[in-house]
């Protein structure tokens, strides 16, 4: 026949889609346990001290302001404190914007199609912005988590109270960064890192990008608030963030696979945090939790998303029991449970559906030889 595609080239392209050799393996470790260390630090430390001080209601915004340190995992310490420093301007941003629209009514509760509105707009915006930055982890995930979660908070704080804990936090984040400076092999002096300049291709690439992004965000959220009645679930938002979670990667198979990892990992730490929520903890027993789940979810994050994601799921949903804790409402803890797996399924089927459109439109239309890699590849 006169297709000009031989059977293993078929084998092959289809094998672009295979994510399931994926799911079986692990990358080695490449100092892991540092970044797990200071992330658990930067987290357990603002939380004890609100538990402390009566103030657990201020938790949320200690939580996001602890996202800081997840960036620049692992840079050498004027890279890191750069990028941590840009992190942190722009999660404060979020935060600040997010308990805005939380006091004016733009919340889950109140007004959930408005909420996928403004989060998707933070979802394209904030894309572009670590892209520009060339933050790492790149994407705004995190922005998307952050905005939704604090504008939907039952009880917004006195705002000032609220942006002096995330911009402490913040700071904290930043001086827990450089403070293995102190030992011997870091003492050098700190470089700044030297800028880097975006060619007109990347342009394209990010303003992209971020399209899908918004496109991602904006349909799964608006999915998961449509089917709420039907389906009885709430916390459009959680299928926004899972909608994302595939569009970080440069293969599809890759991007493939992490819209599945999330469902797997996702089932299987929901059975871990109904193991948590059966014994009752007290609030300083869930904290150290969420710490100790903290620095397991950086240990596998770069590594194997599976086991990332088992300790990813129980650290959001503890969080979320920690933040209603501050006020009067019960938490229905089989709602969150039920929620956050329906959620997490119908966004990652939107991201994957969003990996796989392009690579469709490569593979059939442009008759590309490699229709899982992207024509433009980013450093």
């Known amino acids: 026949m006169g297709s000009g595609v031989s059977g293993d080239q ?27 260390i200071r992330c ?21 915004f200690a939580s996001f302001g602890a996202f800081t340190a997840i960036y620049g995992r692992n840079l050498q310490h004027g890279p890191r404190l750069q990028m941590q420093a840009r992190a942190g301007a722009l999660m404060f941003v979020v935060l600040l914007l997010a308990t805005l629209a939380g006091r004016n009514g733009m919340s889950e509760s109140e ?3 408005a909420l996928v509105g403004l989060t998707t707009a933070v979802a394209g915006a904030c894309a572009v912005v670590a892209a520009y930055w060339n933050l790492r982890p790149s994407g705004s995930l995190f922005h998307i988590f952050a905005f939704a979660a604090v504008s939907s908070v039952p009880y917004q704080p006195p705002l000032g109270e609220a942006l002096l804990t995330a911009a402490s936090v913040i700071a904290f984040a930043l001086l827990v960064g450089i403070s293995s400076r102190v030992l011997p092999r870091n003492r050098h002096r700190i470089r700044r890192p030297a800028g880097e300049a975006l060619t007109g291709p990347r342009h394209r690439l990010v303003w992209s990008e971020a399209a899908w992004y918004v ?3 904006g349909v799964s959220g608006s999915l998961a608030t449509a089917l709420g009645p039907v389906l009885g679930i709430e916390h459009n938002y959680w299928a926004m963030v899972a909608a994302v979670v595939p569009l970080v990667g440069h293969s599809t198979r890759y991007r493939v696979n992490r819209g599945l990892q999330r469902i797997i990992g ?23 939790i969420i710490a100790v789940l903290q620095c397991t979810a950086e240990l596998f994050i770069a590594r194997q998303y599976v086991l990332a994601q088992i300790a990813v799921t129980p650290l959001a949903l503890l969080s979320t029991v920690l933040a209603m804790s501050a006020s009067t409402a019960q938490v229905d ?29 490569r593979r059939w239309v442009l008759h590309s030889a490699t229709p899982a890699r992207a024509r433009i590849q980013r450093p």
């Open 10 to 36: 078929r084998r092959t392209r289809l094998a672009d889609l295979n994510p399931i050799p994926a799911l079986f393996t692990m990358a080695p470790a490449h100092r892991d346990h540092e970044v797990a």
């Open 40 to 60: 658990g630090i930067t987290v357990l430390v603002p939380l004890l001290t609100l538990l402390l001080i009566g103030r657990i209601d201020l938790a949320i």
């Open 111 to 113: 007004n959930p199609w």
């Open 215 to 217: 496109v991602a965000a």
């Open 266 to 288: 996702t089932f299987i730490g929901l059975l871990v945090l109904a193991a948590v929520l059966w014994a009752h903890p007290p609030l300083w027993l869930i904290v150290l």
């Open 333 to 361: 803890t089989s709602g969150l449970v039920y929620d956050r797996f329906i959620e997490t399924v119908i966004g990652a089927v939107v991201g994957m559906a969003c990996v796989a459109t392009p690579w469709a439109w």
